[in-house]
């Protein structure tokens, strides 16, 4: 729309507002403007000049931020031996009781979550060389590193409960092994294990938390002759295997998921046809919106193609309806366990 039209729908617009009493929303819809481009315009309209290339907020001189001096005094405040033990509240408080810090206490949470300080700070175990270090695997391609973990489905009766053993390949979030079964053994972890390596290929790391089937002779034997490095998550850190735990989150959160199975043959029927929607169907967050097989069998980058394509000729078409020229989410990048990243692990 040109800057003269604009200029015609403002007076319009305010003379509708000021003599027949319409509020500023509704005759801007009647008009066809968008209301902040009234309240934007209206008053300096003569004055406001668009930017060609504006530059994106994280990229401005925030005159108000923390200096570096600032935000390093705040992170040896919160590494101090003496804070240990202490919230994040609780050392700001302190800190800024004695004048250690001139910030607000939201600033301060802001600056320890970037530097991953946040969450339960206290030492559950003390002596140091006996603390399990925090275990960081990253990957940039499939194959590389699986997760697996057990969770337990709910029977008909109380106390009839079913085991969903399930792998995935944390790269794509694709399920390269799954079984359900009454109880939890080492036999029929490794037997699933095998099964899958046969199928899919051997990864280089497999992640598990601290269950006694993850951490069981048979099941490290099985990984050592097939050249598998075995990572396991910290005890009571809930957050070092969270592909796992994302994705049984978002089984037992599906809307046609039962509360209550009839028995074991009804859990695996639904379990496979969901694993089937979720791998095939199911536009992952995580993975720029791609499916799980899309991204592990390789066709992510064609479909994204596909996508360009389809944007460019929309924005050739009607060019009116973008701020800039749109872009396909780009293809997956690096992943892993505890990698400082933006993602969605459920998605």
């Not at 969450?119 to 590389?144: E, F, L, Y």
């Not at 269950?211 to 034997?221: C, E, N």
């Not at 809307?255 to 496979?272: K, Q, V």
Request: glycine content about 6%.
């Amino acid at each position: 729309m040109a800057r003269a039209q604009k200029a015609v729908l403002i007076d319009a617009v305010t003379a509708l507002h000021e003599q027949a009493g319409i509020h500023v929303a509704r005759a801007s819809a009647q008009l066809g403007l968008a209301r902040s481009s009234y309240y934007r315009l209206a008053h300096d309209y003569q004055h406001y000049q668009p930017v060609e290339r504006p530059i994106p907020h994280t990229d401005r001189s925030q005159p108000a931020a923390l200096s570096e001096t600032e935000r390093r005094v705040i992170i040896d405040l919160l590494l101090a031996e003496e804070n240990s033990d202490r919230s994040v509240v609780q050392t700001y408080w302190r800190s800024f009781d004695e004048g250690l810090v001139a910030c607000s206490e939201r600033t301060f949470y802001r600056v320890a979550r970037s530097q991953n300080l946040t969450g339960d700070r206290r030492r559950t175990r003390r002596g140091g060389s006996n603390a399990r270090p925090k275990p960081v695997v990253a990957t940039a391609q499939v194959g590389q590193l699986w997760s697996w973990d057990i969770t337990m489905l709910q029977g008909s009766r109380k106390q009839d409960r079913y085991l969903l053993y399930l792998a995935i390949d944390v790269f794509s979030r694709y399920p390269v092994a799954w079984r359900i079964e009454y109880a939890e053994t080492t036999q029929m972890a490794v037997q699933m294990f095998l099964a899958a390596f046969e199928k899919y290929g051997v990864p280089l790391v497999l992640h598990a938390d601290n269950g006694a089937s993850m951490r069981s002779t048979g099941l490290l034997d099985a990984l050592e002759s097939a050249g598998v490095s075995a990572s396991y998550s910290r005890p009571r850190v809930s957050d070092d295997n969270p592909f796992s735990e994302s994705l049984f989150k978002t089984l037992k959160y599906d809307l046609s998921c039962p509360e209550r199975f009839d028995d074991i043959g009804h859990a695996r029927e639904w379990t496979e046809q969901f694993l089937h929607r979720y791998t095939n169907e199911h536009r992952h967050g995580g993975l720029s919106r791609h499916t799980p097989a899309a991204v592990f069998f390789g066709t992510a980058a064609a479909i994204r193609r596909h996508r360009q394509d389809r944007l460019d000729r929309i924005w050739t078409e009607h060019p009116e309806r973008f701020r800039r020229r749109p872009q396909a989410p780009e293809l997956p990048q690096l992943t892993g366990i505890n990698i400082k990243h933006d993602l969605s692990q459920a998605g």
